[in-house]
């Protein structure tokens, strides 16, 4: 079973920058279409962002997109999320784990963006 640990979170002003970090243990991860998810207190888990196994397609929610960028190094078995130009209601713990969430989520990174 694939495990995941999120990294990269912190404290960030608005109009600042952010990587995030997602490292999958297993060699399962190259096949894997992998996404971004993220909470905010009191909200529902939502989607961020996907990218198919070899990098070439991305998918983003529609209000995200131009300012975050996922990519991924398979040889590092590892997924990221570029974050620019944050905004106070990018605040919330980031997951990632599979497109279809087949994972065991882990504990997340905590991004807040506040001034």
């Known amino acids: 079973q694939i495990q995941v640990v999120e990294s990269g979170g912190g404290l960030v002003q608005p109009g600042g920058s952010l990587r995030l970090s997602c490292a999958a243990s297993?060699?399962?991860?190259?096949?894997?279409?992998m996404a971004w998810y993220r909470q905010a207190p009191g909200n529902q888990r939502e989607f961020v962002a996907s990218i198919t196994p070899n990098g070439r397609d991305t998918d983003y929610a529609e209000p995200l997109k131009g300012r975050f960028t996922i990519s991924r190094d398979n040889n590092k078995n590892t997924q990221y999320l570029q974050m620019s130009n944050l905004k106070p209601e990018d605040t919330a713990v980031y997951y990632c784990n599979t497109l279809t969430q087949v994972l065991a989520w882990g504990q997340g990174t905590q991004v807040t963006v506040s001034s």
């Open positions: 297993g060699g399962a991860f190259k096949r894997l279409t």
